[in-house]
């Protein structure tokens, strides 16, 4: 079974409209989530991460995520985005001790 | 500048050539993984390594092997690539699987 879910895999949106992006994990999995972002032609960056403490984790570039252990989920959101928004997100987990799981990514694209 | 290099950035082979895709990071990071990037299907773990000599395999082991004999290196060897293996590959590092990741450019390989 797929340990972490992104349910779209593309979103337009259009600029300065709030954005979020789902994410769901398995309880095979740890609570070590991790919010990536791609953009073209580059490698990954981290945007947030969640280990433990607050449901609502910060990130960069204004987004944030909240942890829902009841229903799985690590939904990423941004209330305003931008132009420069446009990328793939990638949500990921720790499983085990060692290994890092992604999911198959979400194509966020802005329209003016 | 603390970054994660890879090469060759593009490399078109033919099957059964052996190849190795360097990787190096000058953070003195301990944790250090490979994985490839196929469209609909996210990133997956290759191998990763926790430290000098200590390596395990990831999700998508097979045709790859790894080494890692000094902190800062960590190569991607296709002993006998075939064209199920023409993908992006990203190297990675950090200080251990529950911090960020350090992302490379990514390398783009095509087998034919």
Same mark, same amino acid.
């Not at chain 1, 209330?79 to 928004?85: A, E, M, N, R, T």
């Not at chain 2, 895709?21 to 390594?49: A, F, K």
């Not at chain 2, 800062?72 to 990203?90: A, D, G, K, V």
């Given at each position: 079974?797929?340990?972490?879910?992104?349910?779209?895999?593309?979103?337009?949106?259009?600029?300065?409209?709030?954005?979020?992006?789902?994410?769901?994990?398995? +309880?095979?999995?740890?609570?070590?989530?991790?919010? $990536?972002?791609?953009?073209?032609?580059? /490698?990954? @960056?981290? !945007?947030?991460?969640?280990?433990?403490?607050?449901?609502?984790?910060?990130?960069?570039?204004?987004?944030?995520?909240?942890?829902?252990?009841?229903?799985?989920?690590?939904?990423?959101?941004?209330? +305003?985005?931008?132009?420069?928004?446009?990328?793939? $997100?990638?949500?990921?987990?720790?499983? /085990?001790? @060692?290994? !890092?799981?992604?999911?198959?990514?979400?194509?966020?694209?802005?329209?003016? | 500048?603390?970054?994660?290099?890879?090469?060759?950035?593009?490399?078109?082979?033919?099957?059964?050539?052996?190849?190795?895709?360097?990787?190096?990071?000058?953070?003195?990071?301990?944790?250090?993984?490979?994985?490839?990037?196929?469209?609909?299907?996210?990133?997956?773990?290759?191998?990763?390594?926790?430290?000098?000599?200590?390596?395990?395999?990831?999700?998508?082991?097979?045709?790859?092997?790894?080494?890692?004999?000094?902190?800062?290196?960590?190569?991607?060897?296709?002993?006998?690539?075939?064209?199920?293996?023409?993908?992006?590959?990203?190297?990675?590092?950090?200080?251990?699987?529950?911090?960020?990741?350090?992302?490379?450019?990514?390398?783009?390989?095509?087998?034919?």
């Amino acid at each position: 079974a797929q340990s972490v879910t992104q349910l779209d895999s593309q979103v337009p949106v259009f600029e300065e409209a709030p954005v979020e992006l789902r994410c769901n994990y398995s +309880s095979s999995v740890s609570v070590y989530l991790f919010w $990536y972002v791609q953009y073209p032609n580059q /490698g990954l @960056q981290l !945007l947030l991460k969640y280990l433990s403490g607050s449901t609502l984790v910060k990130g960069i570039n204004g987004f944030e995520a909240e942890f829902n252990k009841s229903q799985t989920s690590f939904h990423l959101r941004k209330p +305003s985005v931008h132009i420069s928004d446009t990328a793939e $997100y990638f949500c990921a987990a720790q499983v /085990g001790a @060692q290994k !890092l799981v992604f999911g198959q990514g979400t194509r966020l694209t802005i329209n003016p | 500048e603390a970054q994660v290099t890879q090469n060759p950035r593009y490399l078109i082979t033919v099957t059964g050539k052996k190849l190795t895709v360097t990787c190096s990071q000058n953070m003195n990071h301990e944790y250090m993984s490979w994985y490839r990037q196929d469209p609909g299907l996210g990133l997956r773990q290759i191998y990763y390594s926790m430290n000098v000599e200590v390596t395990d395999k990831g999700d998508v082991p097979e045709g790859y092997k790894v080494s890692r004999k000094e902190k800062r290196n960590f190569p991607l060897i296709l002993e006998s690539p075939s064209p199920n293996q023409t993908s992006l590959y990203f190297c990675a590092s950090s200080l251990s699987i529950s911090y960020e990741q350090y992302f490379g450019p990514g390398t783009r390989l095509t087998v034919t």
